[in-house]
């Protein structure tokens, strides 16, 4: 049998169309299955029916014309269910429905199961035979892998076209929601010209000129990186031209260029071959981290070789004219491509592959260019096409329809009313109606975080990653290094709070100079563990940011990951043999230091069940409501197949939310959240109601969250969060704030519908 799936298999997988595929599976499967017919019925959602699309055994006529509602026949039963039905005598069950133009009437055992792809059902895969007989487990195995497989092929389908009138795409699809905001615009997509794997390998006698030619190449990609950063650093913020210091510190890194350099002098290879061969080592190290910012520096590192090897072909990239809007469409998008295109041109980005914490996807938050990542297209057939994109809910729409783009240009012109609306308040303070004030706070610390930008706007900074200088060097950052980058920070927030997260870095997010190899990193030796073992490291951190709060008294010190009460109270242990250190030695000087409140990241299920007894050691805690969503659903949002369960709102998140409160209410500690709930209209609603007044979120979130905080009122949100805390499922909750939102003239706000 396995023999046979796999021959199945390849030949769905290289059938021209989708039509043929079928036909193949159908023929195959009934030889393979030894029955007398196997029939595929496809959905037709619109209609609310299912047609018989390929059949051998039945009337060869019957298949494309022959139709069956969806609440009709063991079909229909199957399509309801989703799951599979095995009748030894189908003809007895009281939902079989006798179509006499499929001839049909002779058979009696029936195996039907639904064809699923991301929780629809795209139809129905069925065999039969004459004789009556319970089919066995095996068939059954058999059959489901064989409708796993021919799902794929039929979404693909569906977005060429062909199960619709090739002139009428109007598809939605569903994928990753990279970057907020709205588009409409005609795709243009992006192939390479050169890729890796298209470079053939290929010897050299002469070692000397092919590294004078890397060398020359290398040079030139910097000039094009740093025409690049410039075009960004005119366009946005100033920082966000940062993350092109990667791709330069990628082109200088020692260990990288090494490795070619040997490979072109130790091993002959010519300059072409090495940097695909080294470059080949690296993607597939960083390709098996568990950590997603980390995962998708194998794409920036792609990027960089592949302009490498383009200067080194002499066939650099083709400048390219545009002359209206469009939506960047690619298998993978680079922070590089996204600069090719100007800025005035680019509204809207779609990637085949990548996540929320690509470079590409950071900047298109940047900049404010709604992304979509994640999706299943045959690229060369969607050129030109008219795209809507939804980066709000994750959705692209293929060709939509008049009613359909109108609703979204009408949603478009009231998102810029309002951004311009929103930008005049910004400067204002953040005091509810009924007179509380609420903390909005900066998320810094990537490259691409303008810690200058809201100097005027963020009341502070609520979490500073201190790990990504870390990432960025070739070997641990010295002390003074980290003091110079923790001062000027500080500095730029005086008499605001600043509050930097110690490292976080582990076996999901290892350092390029501290390899960590594990079976299960997520649940591995990572955060306040990691640094926990190595006290050097850890106090080497602490009495830098010590250092750098001299004259400064704004800093407050977070530890991540905490599971354990042993671990806070170790870590209070280094923090005061860290300033008793750094006291010592500013008091020879005539100075001093005040000493910082120290907090606990609450991110794991664990630390919710020891709140009680972690506040006699702790000063505040603060809420990674991402890391704790993930955790508590077990859902990796950056991966597409199960992104939709990720939902910040379910019941047990709100209720391990509402837990956290109520402990920092009884035990007098100050709690914040600092996951992307924060930085959500609904999410900071149903947040205030709770109880919680301080907020961190990344930049482009502040001036809406201060908008929406100055309309709101405490007395109105409570009575909805004790309805919300009684409803189990998160629509609910959602619709009463959702609602609310409505109410104060702020429905632009909620997710588009259509």
Known sequence: ????????????????????????????????????????????????????????????????????????????????????????????????????????????????????????????????????????????????????????????????????????????LKGVAASPGLAIAKAWIWQPKLELAQINLKHSDDPELQCELLQQAVLQVQMDL???????????????????????????????????????????????????????????????????????????LRDVAQRLLSRLAHSHHEEYEFDEPVVLMAEEVTATLLAEIPRDRLVGMVSMRGAVNSHAAILARALGIP???????????????????????????????????????QLIRQAKAFDALVGGESHLPSVTRDGVRISVL???????????????????????????????HDSFPSEQEQTTRYRAILANYPNRPVCMRTLDVGGDKPLPYLPIVEDNPFLGWRGIRLTLDHPELFLSQLKAMLRASEQQDNLSIMLPMVTSLSEVQAGRRLLDQAWLEVSEELGRRGSSIRYPSLGAMIEVPAALYILPEMAAYVDFWSVGSNDLTQYLLAVDRNNSRVADIYDAFHPAVIRALYQVANEAHQHAKPVSVCGELAGDPLGVLVLMAMGYRRFSMNLSSIPKIKYVIRRASLEELQPLLELGLKQDNSAALKSLFSGYLEQIGLASLLPSKH
């Open 226 to 300: 740093d025409g690049l950063a410039l075009r960004f650093r005119e366009s946005v913020a100033k920082d966000s031209g940062a993350i092109f210091e990667i791709y330069q510190h990628l082109l200088t890194d020692p260990a990288y260029m090494r490795q070619i350099e040997q490979a072109i002098r130790q091993e002959s290879w010519s300059a072409a071959s090495a940097v695909r061969q080294v470059t080949e080592r690296f993607i597939a190290q960083f390709e098996a981290m568990s950590d997603p910012y980390l995962r998708e520096r194998a794409l920036d």
């Open 1 to 172: 049998m396995l023999t046979a799936l796999r021959q199945i298999v390849e030949g769905v997988t290289l059938a021209p169309s989708l039509q043929e595929a079928m036909h193949t599976l159908a023929a195959q499967t009934r030889k393979a299955m030894e029955v007398d017919c196997c029939s595929i019925y496809l959905s037709e959602a619109q209609r609310r029916r299912y047609r018989l699309a390929a059949t051998d055994g039945l009337t060869p006529e019957a298949a494309g014309k022959t139709v069956l509602p969806f609440d009709e026949g063991l079909v229909g039963l199957v399509g309801r269910r989703e799951e599979l039905i095995n009748l030894a005598d189908a003809p007895a069950h009281p939902s079989f429905k006798y179509l006499p133009e499929v001839g049909e009437e002779e058979f009696h055992s029936f195996l039907g199961v639904p064809i699923m792809h991301q929780r629809r059902v795209l139809g129905v895969l069925v065999v039969q035979q004459r004789e009556s007989r319970q089919f066995d487990e095996t068939d059954e195995s058999f059959l489901v892998t064989l409708a796993a497989q021919l799902a794929g092929r039929i979404a693909h389908a569906e977005v060429k076209g062909i199960l619709l009138n090739q002139h009428h795409w109007r598809r939605t």
């Open 371 to 409: 992304a979509v990542m994640g999706l299943d297209l045959p690229l060369a057939e969607l050129d030109q096409r008219l795209l809507v994109v939804d980066g709000n809910i994750g959705e692209l729409i293929i060709e939509p329809n008049p009613s359909v783009l109108e609703e979204y240009q």
């Open 442 to 472: 900066l998320n810094a610390g990537l490259s691409v975080d303008s810690e200058n930008a809201m100097l005027d706007v963020a009341d502070g900074i609520g979490l500073y990653r201190t790990e990504i200088p870390f990432m960025l």
